[in-house]
């Protein structure tokens, strides 16, 4: 089936501790997001790429890293200077930056203990 | 920067009638795109519906029409012959049509409405 993958479903973390967010699609899609979702809000961009070796912050981008080093593969690290990372973390990609039309992953639910 | 607004937290309607979801935007661009998501408790968002800016004709999917007043910046989502399946958090959302700029890729999210289906 082709799609968008997240893992892990639930994560855990540690104060001072960095985690990685895994996201992969096999839709062959040129660009990939990573957006974040409190209560009672809407999705917020944290970062996104539109080519391999290529990505650009979003809106709040700070306390966050991310690669792509592969076209299937958009990974997302919450460092430990995001203070407060508790949120659901989706990722989605489009075809283009031209294709405006995004498709979203299952998500991940980042908690921080 | 452009701004999305869905005024009604929360709505219900009684299964085989119809709903009607706002949603109002501000933007100064000519050129956009509107979308509707549904977000299941699965939390898993999935496309309803879309719509450009430059087209007259409201979107239509199967059960799923959209009323778009570009003049009003209205975007309002009905769903007829609601189904227990519809019960969701429905999130209208905007995008720029000018890809030039770095940015204009985003998709700007309103606050969503919790929709609930009566049986």
């Known amino acids: 089936d082709g799609g968008i993958t997240q893992s892990p479903k639930y994560l855990f973390r540690k104060e001072g501790q960095n985690v990685t967010l895994s996201c992969e699609q096999n839709?062959?899609?040129?660009?990939m997001y990573w957006y974040r979702q409190d209560p009672g809000q809407g999705l917020r961009l944290i970062y996104y790429s539109q080519i391999v070796n290529d990505f650009q912050k979003g809106d709040i981008a700070e306390g966050y890293s991310v690669s792509r080093e592969k076209k299937e593969s958009f990974p997302l690290t919450v460092t430990s200077a995001q203070k407060n990372p508790t949120a659901f973390y989706l990722c989605a990609s489009s075809l283009a930056v031209v294709q405006e039309t995004q498709y979203f992953g299952p998500g991940t639910r980042l908690l921080v203990l | 920067a452009q701004t999305v607004t869905q005024s009604q937290p929360e709505m219900s309607v009684q299964e085989a009638e119809t709903v009607t979801l706002s949603c109002t935007y501000d933007?100064?661009?000519?050129?956009?795109?509107l979308f509707w998501y549904k977000q299941p408790p699965s939390r898993q968002m999935i496309l309803v519906i879309r719509q450009e800016a430059y087209k007259q004709q409201n979107a239509t999917e199967n059960r799923f029409s959209v009323n778009f007043q570009k003049a009003a910046k209205s975007f309002s989502l009905k769903i007829s012959d609601s189904q227990l399946g519809d019960a969701a958090m429905y999130f209208c959302a905007y995008r720029s049509a000018l890809i030039s700029n770095f940015g204009n890729e985003k998709l700007t999210f309103g606050t969503g409405t919790r929709l609930t289906i009566i049986p």
């Open positions: 839709l062959n899609h040129d660009a």
């Open positions: 933007t100064s661009e000519s050129d956009y795109y």
